[in-house]
T-cell receptor
Framework: GEDVEQSLFLSVREGDSSVINCTYT??????LYWYKQEPGAGLQLLTY?????DMKQDQRLTVLLNKKDKHLSLRIADTQTGDSAIYFC???????????FGTGTKLQVIP | EAGVTQFPSHSVIEKGQTVTLRCDPI?????LYWYRRVMGKEIKFLLH????????ESGMPNNRFLAERTGGTYSTLKVQPAELEDSGVYFC?????????????FGEGSRLTVL
């Protein structure tokens, strides 16, 4: 079955690195995603990783995927106040468009 | 290009009343999804349309919920009669046909409060 779990809250100081973790249960996932939701807005895709990759880097963002442990993480380097938002981990099952989301992690950046 | 739009942004109704939420996907997106988030919980899948057909409605809570997508364009989600536990934010998302990364484009959500 599909189940995506995240911690609910993370607080970091501006300039530090943030690491948001996620575990998922379905090993047939093809894509894993990180979505960002800013206050009063819909979710926007931040980055994604294909299941045959271990790591993906995009400017300040680093995504790590451990398929054996079904663990996904998002690292934000030099975290800024504008990074304050809710971050949702999501998985897409193989051969099907359904996307399953986690609970979301609220990131608070302290100036 | 217009994004996914949802209406209304916020609806407050009493238990037993009816509410209809509307979603206009991005033009040309065959896939349309409804999700719901209850406060502090995960964004839960409700159903998936491919054009006008229901591809997967396994997440629909019960028969008080009815989703339609006549003509394969906009979609409506009707809740009748509404119960207290139906409160939450209803998100609509759309995506392009298969063969891509499956990125979902979300609307801002319709917040439903049932009193």
């Amino acid at each position: 079955g599909e189940d995506v779990e995240q911690s609910l809250f993370l607080s970091v100081r501006e300039g530090d690195s943030s690491v948001i973790n996620c575990t998922y249960t379905d090993s047939s996932s093809t894509y894993l995603y990180w979505y960002k939701q800013e206050p009063g807005a819909g979710l926007q895709l931040l980055t994604y990783i294909f299941s045959n990759m271990d790591m993906k880097q995009d400017q300040r963002l680093t995504v790590l995927l451990n398929k054996k442990d079904k663990h996904l993480s998002l690292r934000i380097a030099d975290t800024q106040t504008g990074d304050s938002a809710i971050y949702f981990c999501a998985e897409r099952l193989g051969g099907y468009q359904k996307v399953t989301f986690g609970t979301g992690t609220k990131l608070q950046v302290i100036p | 290009e217009a994004g996914v739009t949802q209406f209304p942004s916020h609806s407050v109704i009493e238990k037993g009343q009816t509410v209809t939420l509307r979603c206009d996907p991005i033009s040309g997106h065959d896939n349309l999804y409804w999700y719901r988030r209850v406060m502090g919980k995960e964004i839960k899948f409700l159903l998936h349309f491919v054009k006008e057909s229901k591809q997967d409605e396994s997440g629909m809570p019960n028969n008080r919920f009815l989703a339609e997508r006549t003509g394969g364009t906009y979609s409506t989600l009707k809740v009748q009669p509404a119960e207290l536990e139906d409160s939450g934010v209803y998100f609509c998302a759309s995506s392009q046909p298969r063969g891509n990364t499956g990125e979902l484009f979300f609307g801002e959500g319709s917040r439903l409060t049932v009193l």
